[in-house]
């Protein structure tokens, strides 16, 4: 029943932004209101430091339905929903928009609906994103990596697998396991590790967040805990399991985690 609500509630969403992709803005009447009139403050976007994807965040003064329509024209073209697990409405909203190109300037377009049935659309606003950063000499070796424990998985939209797929828009979900969360993964051979990387997942209600974590070595050598996101520590082994140390409790897990091998 849980997967059959959520899918719903992705159509819903899908339909949202469609009707948000249009070009046109139409005359604000009873059934299509301005966004600013369930918002505040204006919505806040934090573009990735490889500037290929970027995190909004927006805030509505009643509970709401919210989707994103973007792209590098005022045509948009593509759609990002509310990453909030809840299947109804709600009033703090985060989206990931994906598949953007480094330095360049987006257009977007946001759009909700209440719970009484009103539809609420904002103007055109743009970003743009960042440089692309030099080349790293690093490998990440958790990518292909298999998967040989795990402290649980949310749902199959989040599994462990989604932590060493290379794809920050993509995430690893506990189900409640705060700081007990943990993560094992076989590197498929010895490897001569340079630093290892955990980028925490989070929820807009400030819970999920991995503060600190741990990295322990062939079931022997644990090292750490270092702070969320990457850390120089040199080492050899296989297998590499990530212990959250520290967090702010509810569904912790990682975008992605990192074993850094110099080629």
């Not at 139409?26 to 500037?51: H, K, Q, W, Y």
């Not at 009103?118 to 000499?137: D, N, Q």
Request: aromatic content about 6%; hydrophobic content about 35%; charged content about 25%.
């Amino acid at each position: 029943m849980l997967g059959r609500r959520r899918g719903i509630a992705k159509i819903v969403l899908l339909a949202l932004a469609l009707i948000g992709a249009c070009q046109d803005t139409p005359t604000v009447s009873e059934e299509v209101g301005e966004f600013s009139e369930i918002s505040e403050i204006a919505p806040t976007i934090e573009p990735s430091s490889d500037g290929t994807s970027a995190v909004l965040t927006v805030e509505t003064t009643i509970d709401a339905v919210c989707a994103v329509a973007y792209g590098d024209t005022d045509s948009m073209g593509s759609l990002a929903t509310d990453q909030e697990m809840g299947v109804g409405g709600h009033s703090e909203h985060e989206a990931v928009l994906t598949g953007l190109s480094p330095d360049t300037e987006y257009f977007y377009r946001l759009q909700g609906v209440g719970a009484d049935g009103r539809l609420y659309r904002s103007e055109i606003l743009t970003f743009r994103t960042p440089p692309a950063p030099e080349a790293s000499s690093d490998r990440n070796a958790a990518i292909g990596a298999d998967v040989v424990d795990v402290s649980s998985e949310f749902s199959a939209d989040f599994d462990a697998a989604n932590a060493i797929d290379g794809d920050l828009a993509t995430e690893w979900s506990t189900s409640g396991d705060g700081d007990d969360a943990y993560l094992v993964i076989d590197l498929g051979g010895e490897v001569d590790v340079v630093g290892v990387g955990f980028h925490t997942r989070s929820m807009s209600d400030g819970s999920a967040i991995s503060e600190s974590f741990t990295i322990t070595v062939d079931d022997t050598d644990t090292l750490g805990p270092f702070p969320a996101g990457r850390a120089e520590v040199s080492f050899s082994g296989r297998i590499v399991r990530f212990d959250v140390e520290t967090s702010t409790g509810g569904n912790t897990g990682a975008a992605e985690v990192e074993v850094l091998e110099r080629p």
